[in-house]
Protein backbone atom coordinates (compact mmCIF):
# COMPACT_ATOMS: atom_id res chain seq x y z
CA UNK A 1 0.00 0.00 0.00
CA UNK A 2 1.18 3.39 -0.83
CA UNK A 3 2.25 5.62 1.91
CA UNK A 4 -0.28 7.92 1.70
CA UNK A 5 -3.12 5.45 1.46
CA UNK A 6 -1.73 4.30 5.19
CA UNK A 7 -1.55 7.98 6.34
CA UNK A 8 -5.29 8.52 5.06
CA UNK A 9 -7.43 5.09 6.11
CA UNK A 10 -5.37 6.37 9.77
CA UNK A 11 -5.95 9.86 9.89
CA UNK A 12 -9.52 11.50 10.09
CA UNK A 13 -10.06 13.43 6.50
CA UNK A 14 -9.87 16.77 8.83
CA UNK A 15 -6.38 16.27 9.56
CA UNK A 16 -5.33 15.09 6.19
CA UNK A 17 -3.65 17.16 3.94
CA UNK A 18 -4.10 16.33 0.25
CA UNK A 19 -1.47 14.07 -1.32
CA UNK A 20 -1.06 17.09 -3.81
CA UNK A 21 -0.03 19.26 -1.06
CA UNK A 22 2.82 16.22 1.09
CA UNK A 23 4.65 15.64 -2.31
CA UNK A 24 4.60 19.10 -2.96
CA UNK A 25 6.17 19.66 0.45
CA UNK A 26 8.49 16.64 -0.08
CA UNK A 27 9.58 18.01 -3.80
CA UNK A 28 9.75 21.57 -3.27
CA UNK A 29 10.86 21.85 0.55
CA UNK A 30 12.95 18.05 0.39
CA UNK A 31 15.76 20.05 2.82
CA UNK A 32 13.05 20.30 5.59
CA UNK A 33 10.41 18.07 5.21
CA UNK A 34 10.88 14.55 5.13
CA UNK A 35 9.32 10.99 4.99
CA UNK A 36 10.72 7.47 6.59
CA UNK A 37 8.80 4.35 5.66
CA UNK A 38 8.78 0.77 5.80
CA UNK A 39 6.45 -1.96 5.98
CA UNK A 40 5.33 -1.28 9.18
CA UNK A 41 5.25 2.55 9.26
CA UNK A 42 4.91 6.37 8.00
CA UNK A 43 6.23 9.43 9.75
CA UNK A 44 6.33 12.77 7.78
CA UNK A 45 8.04 15.10 9.58
CA UNK A 46 9.99 18.75 9.24
CA UNK A 47 13.30 19.10 10.22
CA UNK A 48 14.36 22.33 10.75
CA UNK A 49 17.59 23.72 12.70
CA UNK A 50 16.04 24.11 16.26
CA UNK A 51 13.11 22.07 16.11
CA UNK A 52 11.43 19.17 14.90
CA UNK A 53 7.89 18.67 14.16
CA UNK A 54 6.04 15.53 13.26
CA UNK A 55 3.28 16.05 11.29
CA UNK A 56 2.25 12.45 10.97
CA UNK A 57 3.41 9.54 12.75
CA UNK A 58 1.96 5.94 11.68
CA UNK A 59 2.74 3.02 12.74
CA UNK A 60 0.62 -0.64 11.76
CA UNK A 61 -1.50 -2.07 13.83
CA UNK A 62 0.29 -5.90 13.58
CA UNK A 63 3.92 -3.99 14.58
CA UNK A 64 2.30 -1.65 17.78
CA UNK A 65 3.80 -2.85 20.76
CA UNK A 66 7.87 -3.89 19.25
CA UNK A 67 9.14 -0.18 19.73
CA UNK A 68 8.92 1.32 16.42
CA UNK A 69 7.21 4.35 17.44
CA UNK A 70 9.95 4.70 20.47
CA UNK A 71 12.74 4.19 18.31
CA UNK A 72 11.44 6.85 15.78
CA UNK A 73 11.40 9.36 18.59
CA UNK A 74 14.63 8.30 20.15
CA UNK A 75 16.28 9.16 16.79
CA UNK A 76 14.64 12.70 16.34
CA UNK A 77 15.47 12.98 20.03
CA UNK A 78 19.33 12.28 19.38
CA UNK A 79 19.29 15.94 17.85
CA UNK A 80 18.55 17.52 20.77
CA UNK A 81 16.45 19.80 19.38
CA UNK A 82 12.86 20.53 20.51
CA UNK A 83 10.50 17.68 18.91
CA UNK A 84 6.63 19.10 18.48
CA UNK A 85 3.29 17.42 16.97
CA UNK A 86 -0.13 18.04 17.15
CA UNK A 87 -2.56 15.27 18.64
CA UNK A 88 -6.21 14.83 18.98
CA UNK A 89 -7.86 15.73 22.51
CA UNK A 90 -8.89 12.10 24.48
CA UNK A 91 -12.02 10.99 23.27
CA UNK A 92 -13.28 8.62 25.75
CA UNK A 93 -15.25 6.73 22.99
CA UNK A 94 -12.23 6.44 20.50
CA UNK A 95 -9.44 4.68 22.81
CA UNK A 96 -6.99 5.21 20.48
CA UNK A 97 -6.68 9.09 21.46
CA UNK A 98 -5.90 7.92 25.04
CA UNK A 99 -3.72 5.55 23.54
CA UNK A 100 -1.32 7.79 21.34
CA UNK A 101 -1.79 10.60 24.36
CA UNK A 102 -0.46 7.79 26.88
CA UNK A 103 2.54 6.37 24.49
CA UNK A 104 3.63 10.64 24.19
CA UNK A 105 3.67 11.02 27.70
CA UNK A 106 5.67 7.79 28.58
CA UNK A 107 8.11 9.29 26.17
CA UNK A 108 8.75 12.76 27.89
CA UNK A 109 6.09 14.72 25.96
CA UNK A 110 4.43 17.63 27.54
CA UNK A 111 0.86 19.07 27.31
CA UNK A 112 1.15 22.98 26.21
CA UNK A 113 -1.52 24.22 28.11
CA UNK A 114 -0.66 28.18 27.00
CA UNK A 115 -0.87 27.00 22.75
CA UNK A 116 -4.45 26.98 21.55
CA UNK A 117 -4.82 25.59 18.30
CA UNK A 118 -8.00 24.86 16.09
CA UNK A 119 -8.24 25.43 12.54
CA UNK A 120 -11.27 24.85 9.55
CA UNK A 121 -10.63 22.02 7.60
CA UNK A 122 -10.80 22.65 3.98
CA UNK A 123 -11.48 19.03 3.02
CA UNK A 124 -14.40 18.75 5.44
CA UNK A 125 -15.26 22.47 6.67
CA UNK A 126 -15.11 21.20 10.43
CA UNK A 127 -13.41 23.28 12.57
CA UNK A 128 -10.69 21.05 13.57
CA UNK A 129 -9.06 21.39 17.60
CA UNK A 130 -5.69 19.41 18.50
CA UNK A 131 -3.72 19.74 21.11
CA UNK A 132 0.14 20.69 21.02
CA UNK A 133 2.59 17.95 22.31
CA UNK A 134 6.24 18.96 23.28
CA UNK A 135 9.32 17.51 23.89
CA UNK A 136 12.55 19.06 24.74
CA UNK A 137 16.12 18.25 25.96
CA UNK A 138 16.20 21.29 27.82
CA UNK A 139 13.68 23.94 29.47
CA UNK A 140 12.60 25.39 26.53
CA UNK A 141 9.18 27.65 27.10
CA UNK A 142 5.77 26.95 25.90
CA UNK A 143 6.69 30.67 23.93
CA UNK A 144 9.23 29.38 22.36
CA UNK A 145 7.36 26.43 21.45
CA UNK A 146 4.27 28.47 20.17
CA UNK A 147 6.74 30.69 17.52
CA UNK A 148 8.40 27.25 16.49
CA UNK A 149 4.32 25.89 15.38
CA UNK A 150 3.79 29.45 14.54
CA UNK A 151 6.60 29.08 11.82
CA UNK A 152 5.95 25.51 11.03
CA UNK A 153 1.81 26.20 10.06
CA UNK A 154 3.31 29.05 8.06
CA UNK A 155 5.42 27.34 6.04
CA UNK A 156 4.01 23.43 5.98
CA UNK A 157 0.58 23.51 7.07
CA UNK A 158 -0.44 26.63 4.77
CA UNK A 159 2.27 26.12 1.67
CA UNK A 160 0.80 27.16 -1.48
CA UNK A 161 -2.91 26.32 0.17
CA UNK A 162 -4.93 28.77 -2.42
CA UNK A 163 -3.37 26.60 -4.83
CA UNK A 164 -3.49 23.68 -3.88
CA UNK A 165 -7.23 23.52 -2.31
CA UNK A 166 -8.79 26.79 -4.07
CA UNK A 167 -8.98 28.45 -0.87
CA UNK A 168 -6.61 29.83 1.78
CA UNK A 169 -6.62 28.43 5.42
CA UNK A 170 -7.13 30.86 7.98
CA UNK A 171 -4.68 33.41 8.93
CA UNK A 172 -2.17 32.05 12.00
CA UNK A 173 -3.45 34.08 14.44
CA UNK A 174 -6.59 32.85 14.43
CA UNK A 175 -5.31 29.15 14.20
CA UNK A 176 -2.72 29.34 17.00
CA UNK A 177 -3.39 31.21 20.06
CA UNK A 178 -0.81 31.73 23.05
CA UNK A 179 -2.11 32.34 26.28
CA UNK A 180 0.25 32.66 29.48
CA UNK A 181 -0.72 30.43 32.48
CA UNK A 182 -1.05 31.72 35.82
CA UNK A 183 0.30 28.66 38.07
CA UNK A 184 -0.98 29.54 40.87
CA UNK A 185 -4.69 30.31 39.99
CA UNK A 186 -4.51 27.32 37.03
CA UNK A 187 -6.38 30.01 34.81
CA UNK A 188 -5.04 31.57 31.36
CA UNK A 189 -4.47 35.47 30.99
CA UNK A 190 -3.08 37.12 28.22
CA UNK A 191 0.54 37.96 28.11
CA UNK A 192 1.64 41.81 28.64
CA UNK A 193 2.57 43.94 26.10
Keep these: MHWYEKLNKYF ?9 HMELLLKEKQDIYKK ?12 MEDFTFI ?16 KLLDNLKKRE ?13 DTDTEKR ?11 AESIGYSRRSLATGEVNTMEILYWTPENE ?7 KMKH ?18 EEVDKALVYREINKEEGSGKEPAS
Design 101 to 111: QRFYRREGFQH
Design 36 to 47: SEDDYHVMMYVE
Design 12 to 20: PDEEMKSRE
Design 152 to 169: TYENIHTYKDVELYGEPY
Design 141 to 147: SEESIYK
Design 55 to 70: DYLFVSKKARGKGIGK
Design 81 to 93: TPIILEVEPVDYD
